[in-house]
């Protein structure tokens, strides 16, 4: 079975600083979801990667899918409070939607 | 708002009864997966309906069972419930038949189990 490990687990910066949350792979990842998890509530969606090297953008925040698609990083630039929550990275390993999920990185921006 | 909708929003239960939760999908999505969260963890797949029938299961005993209606809704049912199965539940749900549809979650229904 396909498992997700996130790096941080938590992370605490000051608003206005650069951050990075890397999620690995035990397996080729064939579709990877990035979501938003404010504590205790449900998921937003922010982005899903397919293709190796692919990179998107929505706002201040980048994803990309590394080239031999085990490894995607999630890249927050100048970073404000509402990015505040737990960041969620979920494979898809059978193309089912059935969704493998990392343990989350906990993300707390000081003001 | 994602258009999926989950209740109760919170429910306490003691050890051995039983739960039914429910989750109403997005006009137009015809598949619905089930996760578990547990405190401090990501969550972990259930099981998933499309056009009311399982299409798939994670790890999750008998007890845990689904119904899936025309109307878009669905349910959760736990039976003996046990304290572990306290966690959030979160419903998705997403167009079948498209392996690459994003999932849209509603907001989940917090179960403790005393």
């Known amino acids: 079975s396909q498992e997700l490990e996130q790096s941080p687990q938590s992370l605490i910066v000051q608003e206005g600083k650069n951050l990075t949350i890397n999620c690995t792979s035990s397996k080729t990842l064939y579709g990877l979801y990035w979501y938003k998890q404010k504590y205790g509530e449900g998921l937003i969606f922010l982005m899903m990667?397919?293709?190796?090297?692919e990179e998107k953008s929505h706002e201040k925040i980048t994803a990309k899918l590394d080239e031999k698609k085990q490894q995607s990083s999630l890249h927050i630039t100048a970073s404000q409070p509402s990015h505040a929550g737990i960041y969620l990275c979920?494979?898809?390993?059978?193309?089912?939607?059935?969704?493998?999920f990392g343990g989350g990185t906990r993300l707390m921006v000081k003001p | 708002e994602t258009g999926v909708t989950q209740s109760p929003t919170h429910l306490i239960k003691t050890r051995g009864q039983q739960v039914t939760l429910r989750c109403s999908s997005q006009s137009g999505h015809n598949t619905v997966s089930w996760y578990q969260q547990a405190l401090g963890q990501g969550p972990q797949f259930i099981f998933q309906y499309y056009r009311e029938e399982e299409n798939g299961r994670g790890n999750f005993p008998p007890r845990f069972s689904g119904l899936q209606f025309p109307n878009y809704s669905s349910e959760l049912n736990v039976n003996a419930l046990e304290l572990d199965d306290s966690a959030l539940y979160l419903c998705?749900?997403?167009?079948?038949?498209?392996?690459?549809?994003?999932?849209?979650f509603g907001p989940g229904t917090r179960l403790t189990v005393l």
């Open positions: 998705a749900s997403n167009r079948g038949g498209h392996n690459t549809d994003t999932q849209y």
């Open positions: 979920g494979a898809d390993p059978n193309a089912g939607n059935m969704l493998t």
């Open positions: 990667l397919q293709k190796g090297g």
